[in-house]
């Protein structure tokens, strides 16, 4: 992936490319023209027609014969909810996010990792609602959030330096760490801790407290955090509400053990 969440293209032959085009047809955020997707596709012109005729055959993208655009089909979406139900914390979270969300009034992420970066899965905003990057369904960075960091830190010492050898470590404020030396150290610290701060990592302004969601045995299922702004709230203020987010976090996990999540 790139600073910016986007991955690379795949070398995993023709499925590996029929991926990468579905997903950059999605990354448009509307419906798109084959002129349009030609200038930024990595593929000849033949190739990307193909893998679009393709896609569209089988309802993973939808064609307009009237505006010529691609846009995501009917069948991506009903695998994207089937997927959302299934593979990840979000149905079994939303009774949880909901209490913690009445109870600090501040905005509320729940995370898991995917290929060593973050994927929002559910939010839930504060009483004064934050100007931020996260929302459910995007990827963020790993090494510069606060749930990001909470769940790369737990990784199996071998998972983790994978994890960090996929991270960008673009340096996206003054207090981005860059290096996975410094990630080593601070990740100690986090451990010890059982919480991760973003003290404006990610975006200036954004300060955040998380805490990961661990399995029986200790492995990462998601990390959850509470998140507010510099102008209203101090990471001072944040951390007094670290009580409430560890005893979220604890009872996420424990309804996720009786669940899908085997160790």
Same mark, same amino acid.
């Given at each position: 992936?790139?600073?910016?969440?986007?991955?690379?293209?795949?070398?995993?032959?023709?499925?590996?490319?029929?991926?990468?085009?579905?997903?950059?047809?999605?990354?448009?955020?509307?419906?798109?023209?084959?002129?349009?997707?030609?200038?930024?596709?990595?593929?000849?012109?033949?190739?990307?027609?193909?893998?679009?005729?393709?896609?569209?055959?089988?309802?993973?993208?939808?064609?307009?014969?009237?505006?010529?655009?691609?846009?995501?089909?009917?069948?991506?979406?009903?695998?994207?909810?089937?997927?959302?139900?299934?593979?990840?914390?979000?149905? *079994? &979270?939303? !009774?949880? +996010?909901?209490?913690?969300?009445?109870?600090? %009034?501040?905005?509320?992420?729940?995370? #898991?990792?995917? @290929?060593?970066?973050?994927?929002?899965?559910?939010?839930?905003?504060?009483?004064?609602?934050?100007?931020?990057?996260?929302?459910?369904?995007?990827?963020?960075?790993?090494?510069?959030?606060?749930?990001?960091?909470?769940?790369?830190?737990?990784?199996?010492?071998?998972?983790?330096?994978?994890?960090?050898?996929?991270?960008?470590?673009?340096?996206?404020?003054?207090?981005?760490?860059?290096?996975?030396?410094?990630?080593?150290?601070?990740?100690?610290?986090?451990?010890?801790?059982?919480?991760?701060?973003?003290?404006?990592?990610?975006?200036?302004?954004?300060?955040? *407290? &998380?805490? !990961?969601? +661990?399995?029986?045995?200790?492995?990462?299922? %998601?990390?959850?955090?509470?998140?507010? #702004?510099?102008? @209203?709230?101090?990471?001072?203020?944040?951390?007094?509400?670290?009580?409430?987010?560890?005893?979220?976090?604890?009872?996420?996990?424990?309804?996720?053990?009786?669940?899908?999540?085997?160790?």
């Amino acid at each position: 992936m790139n600073a910016m969440g986007e991955r690379k293209g795949s070398g995993d032959g023709t499925v590996g490319k029929a991926l990468d085009a579905l997903e950059l047809v999605a990354r448009q955020g509307k419906p798109v023209r084959f002129s349009d997707l030609l200038a930024v596709s990595p593929w000849p012109k033949a190739t990307l027609y193909r893998l679009l005729q393709t896609l569209t055959s089988q309802g993973m993208l939808a064609h307009d014969e009237e505006t010529g655009t691609y846009a995501p089909g009917l069948r991506l979406v009903q695998l994207a909810h089937i997927a959302w139900s299934r593979a990840t914390l979000a149905p *079994i &979270a939303r !009774p949880f +996010l909901d209490a913690l969300s009445a109870r600090v %009034g501040e905005t509320i992420h729940l995370a #898991q990792l995917d @290929r060593g970066q973050v994927l929002y899965v559910d939010k839930r905003n504060a009483v004064h609602p934050v100007e931020m990057y996260s929302e459910a369904g995007k990827i963020g960075p790993g090494y510069c959030t606060g749930v990001g960091k909470a769940m790369l830190a737990h990784l199996p010492e071998a998972e983790r330096a994978e994890a960090l050898k996929l991270q960008s470590w673009h340096r996206y404020t003054d207090t981005t760490l860059t290096s996975p030396a410094a990630f080593e150290a601070e990740a100690q610290v986090i451990r010890e801790e059982g919480i991760a701060f973003d003290r404006e990592e990610h975006e200036t302004g954004i300060v955040c *407290i &998380a805490a !990961p969601i +661990l399995s029986p045995s200790g492995r990462v299922r %998601g990390a959850l955090s509470i998140t507010g #702004q510099t102008r @209203r709230k101090s990471l001072e203020d944040l951390a007094e509400l670290r009580p409430a987010l560890c005893e979220t976090a604890r009872q996420i996990a424990a309804a996720a053990a009786d669940w899908q999540y085997p160790d």
